[in-house]
């Protein structure tokens, strides 16, 4: 029976992270036959980065950060005898944020993004494992709990995002404009206000990466 220590240096050795996970009820039809605890999985600290552009799909073709995960996640899904699944592919999509709010690790923000109890805003997901072991996993405090400020509110300078939600529209109005270039190139300054994020250390190219694709 594998351990979860065994589990966390084998995502290590890949610049990933557990980011938290729960039990399973058996005969559940929301995820594979046999599933007893399912895990998720992210990006694993400063140099989840430098380590994914050095690798195989980094080459120009489209979707190089969805390759790399479905290659190294699913040959370890297949190492742990279990499944991987994954939160790009669809439709239809599968739950990630659902499945994040039942880890006891991340919660609905005041901002109603996902934050989590270590990497705060900029949490995310590269896929999940689905294993018929029975594991036990740790929980955390919400951190929104202790954060008196609650910086994220008001730190979206259009007001696009916000305790009524996410205006795209806006957000997108907002970066094709000069002022938007930080957010482009820092990431989202929502984001980057939590300060779980703050503490979090995420280089700003991989977050301008994701934020060029956003606003294509």
Not at 44 to 61: I, R, V
Not at 62 to 85: H, Q, T
Not at 104 to 112: A, K
Request: with cysteine; net charge neutral.
């Amino acid at each position: 029976m594998v351990a979860l220590p065994e589990i966390e240096a084998a995502l290590a050795a890949h610049h990933l992270a557990l980011l938290g996970g729960f039990a399973v009820d058996p005969g559940d039809e929301d995820f594979p036959s046999g599933t007893r605890t399912l895990l998720l999985i992210g990006p694993g600290g400063p140099g989840y980065w430098p380590h994914l552009k050095a690798q195989s799909e980094w080459d120009g073709a489209p979707d190089p950060v969805d390759r790399w995960s479905r290659r190294v996640i699913g040959r370890l899904a297949c190492d742990l005898g279990g499944k991987a699944l994954f939160p790009f592919g669809g439709p239809p999509h599968r739950p990630f944020f659902s499945w994040a709010l039942r880890s006891g690790r991340c919660w609905q923000s005041p901002v109603r993004l996902l934050v989590h109890d270590r990497q705060g805003l900029w949490i995310s997901f590269r896929g999940a494992l689905a294993l018929r072991t029975v594991l036990d996993l740790p929980s955390a405090p919400n951190p929104c709990e202790s954060c008196a400020a609650k910086p994220c509110l008001t730190a979206c300078p259009p007001g696009a995002l916000g305790a009524a939600g996410y205006d795209v529209p806006a957000c997108h109005a907002f970066l094709n404009r000069e002022e938007g270039g930080d957010c482009l190139t820092g990431g989202c300054l929502v984001r980057r206000a939590c300060p779980v994020s703050a503490s979090y250390a995420r280089m700003p190219e991989q977050s301008a990466y994701h934020m060029g694709l956003f606003h294509r």
